[in-house]
Nanobody
Framework: QVQLVESGGGLVQPGGSLRLSCAASGISFSIKAMGWYRQAPGKQRELVAEIITDGTTKYGDSAKGRFTISRDNAKNTVYLQMNNLKPEDTAVYYC???????????WGKGTLVTVSI
């Protein structure tokens, strides 16, 4: 069973940076991509960034130019480096893993990121 555990969330001032980590266990060769989604209060969950097994990355519009997704295969860990954070980045950030293009198969429990003075 795949388990995803996020860490690294917290309170940061506007313009600051955070790095989120997602430690995966039970990962099998069937996992084709891992990523990060976020959900702000009253809003739908949205894609932040995704990294496919071949290293290809994809970013949501809100993340382009500010966030970077990366992975350490030896540690089964995916990272999200977030720079120049804005108050509108405040949300619960979820780690994800999927086996096909049809959608996410596994979710972490989420980590809260709050961007505020």
């Amino acid at each position: 069973q795949v388990q995803l555990v996020e860490s690294g969330g917290g309170l940061v001032q506007p313009g600051g940076s955070l790095r989120l980590s997602c430690a995966a266990s039970g990962i099998s060769f069937s996992i084709k991509a891992m990523g990060w989604y976020r959900q702000a209060p009253g809003k739908q969950r949205e894609l932040v960034a995704e990294i496919i097994t071949d290293g290809t990355t994809k970013y949501g519009d809100s993340a382009k130019g500010r966030f970077t997704i990366s992975r350490d295969n030896a540690k089964n860990t995916v990272y999200l480096q977030m720079n120049n954070l804005k108050p509108e980045d405040t949300a619960v950030y979820y780690c994800s893993a999927r086996r096909s293009p049809l959608g996410v198969d596994y979710w972490g429990k989420g980590t809260l990121v709050t961007v505020s003075i």
